[in-house]
Structures are given as structure tokens and as C-alpha cells.
């Protein structure tokens, strides 16, 4: 069975810094178009982050930029997403998705697989 599982959600203080992971089992991440998504309570879901299937070719909102950065481990079959400075406006729960595009894949509807979320809360 084909499976994402994101970790590294947490609580952390505005200005801090975490890093979620987002796992594959059941295929391999090297040929998918990867992306981050979020949800805030009350609000629609929002791209966060995409890196494309061929290379190291990423995006990212104008929210998150300079504070993000997306990476693919292909040795370990994941995707990391590295933040820093955050701000209590970035406090959602945040899926990681997987689509089988050649390149970059900026749409929800590009997806096929997707994890079932970790809460990242930014708090003082």
C-alpha cells in the first residue's frame, strides 16, 4: 500500500525553528513531484512549498519565502521542510503530498498521495 506519514510537528515559540519529514512507503518519492500544503482552522487549504521530479527546481508562497526550504533525500525516500523564524500566522496542520508530474506540480489537483497531516502550532 502506498503511504506519506509526516513528522516533526510540534509547539514552538515565534521565531523558532522546526523541521517536518515527510515518509513514503509503498513507492518510491524519485520520480514524483513533491509538495507541502497547509490548513489553518477556518481557512482553505494553501501551497506552502512544491520541488519539482527532475531536479532541485522548488517554489514556495510568498508567505513562507527566505523562511522555508524544501529538500528531497532520495537515499531515504523523503521530503524535509525546513523552517525557520516562524510566526504565529504559519500555525496549521501541514500535509505533504506526492504527484506523478514531470517537473513542478503547483495545483492540489496535481496530487495523488497524501499524508495525513502534523499540527504545527507557533505560540508564545
Known amino acids: 500500500q502506498v503511504h506519506l506519514v509526516e513528522s516533526g510537528g510540534g509547539l514552538v515559540q515565534p521565531g523558532g525553528s522546526l523541521r517536518l519529514s515527510c515518509s513514503a512507503s509503498?513507492?518510491?518519492?524519485?520520480?514524483?513531484?513533491m509538495g507541502w500544503f497547509r490548513q489553518a482552522p477556518g481557512k482553505e487549504r494553501e501551497g506552502v512549498s512544491y520541488?519539482?521530479?527532475?531536479?532541485?527546481?522548488?517554489y514556495y508562497a510568498d508567505s513562507v519565502k527566505g523562511r522555508f526550504t524544501i529538500s528531497r533525500d532520495k537515499a531515504k525516500n523523503t521530503v524535509s521542510l525546513q523552517m525557520n523564524s516562524l510566526k504565529p500566522e504559519d500555525t496549521a496542520v501541514y500535509y505533504c503530498?506526492?504527484?506523478?508530474?514531470?517537473?513542478?506540480?503547483?495545483?492540489?489537483?496535481?496530487?495523488?498521495?497524501w499524508g495525513q497531516g502534523t499540527q504545527v502550532t507557533v505560540s508564545s
Open positions: 503530498a506526492a504527484a506523478r508530474i514531470d517537473g513542478l506540480a503547483t495545483t492540489p489537483n496535481d496530487y495523488v498521495h
Open positions: 509503498g513507492f518510491t518519492l524519485d520520480y514524483y513531484a
Open positions: 520541488i519539482s521530479s527532475r531536479d532541485d527546481t522548488s
